[in-house]
C-alpha cells in the first residue's frame, strides 16, 4: 500500500468469529469501539505503512469534526488524504507541515502541469478548509499537537458584521457555485430517456427493465417541482407527504423537518399534484411490493436497529414515539429526527413491520440518500447513449442533457422566477405603480424564489441560483409568451421563453432545435 486509506465505522453487526478463525476473541468489537468514543460513521485513517494516526483519530472524534454533516465529513477525509499523500511523498507526517508544504500543495492541485487531474478554485478552496479546520483544532490551546499552524490565516468582516478568520491561500478564481440549468422541456426528455427508458420515437425501448422506473420518476418530480435539496426530499417519511384530495389544487405543501435541512430550520415546500400522484403511485406499486416480499423473505427480522414507532403526537410540534426491539422506549421531536434516526423508523403494516422511510431500495430497505447521485449517473449515461451515439469529446456540442440532484433545484429556481414574473408583469395586467404595489404586499419574485428554496440570503439566490438571469431583463424575454390559460400555465407556451434564455444566458442547457425527438405528451 503506497498511500493513505480511510475506513468508515459500520453499524455493529455480530462477530462471526466461528466461522473466519481470525476474528476469533474479537466478539466484543462494538463494546471495544465505545470505550475509545469511536461511533459508527467515524472514520478511521490508515497510513501507508499500517498504522493508524492516534491524532487524526482524536481529530475525526471531536466535536468539530462531528458537527458536520454526513457528506461534509466524506468530502473532508477524501481532502486530507490528498495532502496526506502528497506528504508521504516528501517523508513527512501531517504535524511536520510547513507553510511551504500548503504551498507547494496548492501549487500542484491547481498550476502544475506534472498534474494531470488540476482542479479549479472551488474545489481547493474545499480542500483549503478541510486543511484549515485540521490544523486550527490541533493548533488550538489545550491541544497543541504542532509548534506552528501551517496554514496561514487573516481575518476580515463576516456577513454578518463578526469577525472570521480566512486562510491566505485562498483561490481568488473560485466560482460561486458548480451549478448549471436544464429548461423544462429538456428536463421532459431527461426523464423520459434517462428514467423511464423511451427511445427517440416516443416509446419504451426494447428489454427496458424499468424495475424502479415508478420511484426514481417520483423522486426526480419531487426535486424540480419543489426544489428541495437531495437529503431534504430523500429523508420523507410516508406520512410527510401531502395527500392528493378531491378539490386538491396544482400544489399542496409539505413540512421539512429542521433537522434534514441545511440551515436546521424547518420550513414548507410546495409540490405539484402530479408529482403527488406520482409518489402514491410508487407507494401502491412497486414499495409496496418490496415490502411484501421483504416481509415474506423476513428481511426485517434481521435488522438489529428497528424502531417501532407507536404514536406520532398531532399539533405544532408533533413527537415521535417509539419502542426497540429490547424493549426500550424513547421520544423525539419530529423536526428534530435527522436521517440516519428517520432511517430506524418502521410501524405495524397489515403483514407486519414495514420502513416509514418513503424511499427504498430492491430489497425494501430504506434508500441512501447518497445513492441517488448513482440514479442520476445511471441516467446521464443512459441519455448519452441513446442522444449522443458518437461521444463527442466537446461538450458544448453533445446532444445529451446531464442532470445532477442539484441541478433540479437550480432549474427550479430559474423556472419559478421566470413564471412569477409573468404573472406579475402579464397575467395580472399591472401597471408600474400596480406592480410596485404588488411587490409591497406580496414580495418582489426574486425574494419569492429565495423563500422557496429557503436560503437566508438574497444574494445566494442571486449569485448562484440565478447566476445567468440576474443580469437580464425578464420583462423582455417574457414580451413573446403566449397567453397563459385561465386555470393552468401551459408548459408548451413557455418552451420558447427558456429557449430564447438558454441562447441568451451561459449554463442553461436546452434541446437542439435540431435534435429530432418524438415528445411524450405532457398534461
Known sequence: MSKWRVFWVPKWTPIASPRVPVLAGWADLAEREASTG???????????D????????????????RGYTKETKRNYITDLCLFLNFLWLRGKIWTQAVESDVDDFQFWRQASPDNPMRVGGSKWNRELAALMNLYTWAAKPGNEFL?????????????HGQIVEVPNGKAKDARASNVHWLTPRTFRLWGDIGLRGYGLDGLPSPGWAGRLESRNVAFVGLLTSSGVRRLEGASLLTFEVPSLQLEGGRYYTGRLAAAVTRSKKARTYYVEAQVVGDIESYVESSRADAIRTAQVQGRYDSVRDIRLVTRVSQGPKPTVYWCNRRGVTGRIALTEATADERMTWYTDGPAGVEPLWLWLNEMGLPFQPHSWN?????????CRAVLDPEHRLDPHRSRAPYATPHSCRHSFALYMLVILHHLMDQRFGLSPEERRDYRLLYGDPWRMVQDLLGHAFLETTRERYLAPVADLQLRSLLTTVPPFGENAVSARGMDEVFARLAREAEGIQDIDAKLQVTPRAVG
Not at 499500517?50 to 469534526?65: A, G, H, N, W
Not at 448513482?374 to 443512459?382: D, E, G, I, L, W
Open 147 to 159: 509548534p506552528r499552524n501551517p496554514v496561514p490565516l487573516h481575518r476580515v468582516v463576516g456577513r
Open 50 to 65: 499500517y498504522r493508524v494516526d492516534e491524532l487524526l483519530s482524536l481529530y475525526t472524534r471531536s466535536s468539530p469534526f
Open 374 to 382: 448513482n440514479v442520476f449517473t445511471a441516467a446521464n449515461q443512459r
Open 38 to 48: 469511536i461511533r459508527p460513521g467515524d472514520p478511521i485513517l490508515l497510513a501507508p
